[in-house]
């Protein structure tokens, strides 16, 4: 089992930048897939990115692509999402998550454990 904390979350302007970390702890994170997911108000979750558990394959949704850029940390049981030139349509409540599916998956239900949340909003 392992537990995830989001961390990084903020108010910024279009345009700018944030850098989200995920600290797992318990079983070490290097067992896990591990992703990012974001939920909008009114809206369903949905995915960001993911890596794979040695960090050699990453999976971007459309809309994140060439902006966002997921890695992870094994040594530091830390996974980041370094979100670039962000856009009002980001603005959604950030989740990180782990599971044992082999390959950067972007199924929810492929995922096992999930973090609380860090809120990113975007203002134009």
């Known amino acids: 089992q392992v537990q995830l904390v989001e961390s990084g979350g903020g108010s910024v302007q279009a345009g700018g930048s944030l850098r989200l970390s995920c600290a797992a702890s318990g079983r070490s994170s290097s067992s896990y897939l591990m992703g990012w997911f974001r939920q909008a108000p009114g809206k369903e979750r949905e995915f960001v990115a993911a890596?794979?558990?040695?960090?050699?394959?990453?999976s971007y949704a459309d809309s994140v692509k060439g902006r966002f850029t997921i890695s992870r940390d094994n040594a530091k049981n830390t996974m980041y999402l370094q979100m670039n030139n962000l856009k009002p349509e980001d603005t959604a409540v950030y989740y990180c998550a782990a599971g044992v599916v082999v390959g950067p998956s972007q199924r929810l239900s492929d995922y096992r454990y999930w973090g609380q949340g860090t809120q990113v909003t975007v203002s134009s």
């Open positions: 890596i794979s558990r040695s960090g050699t394959m990453t």
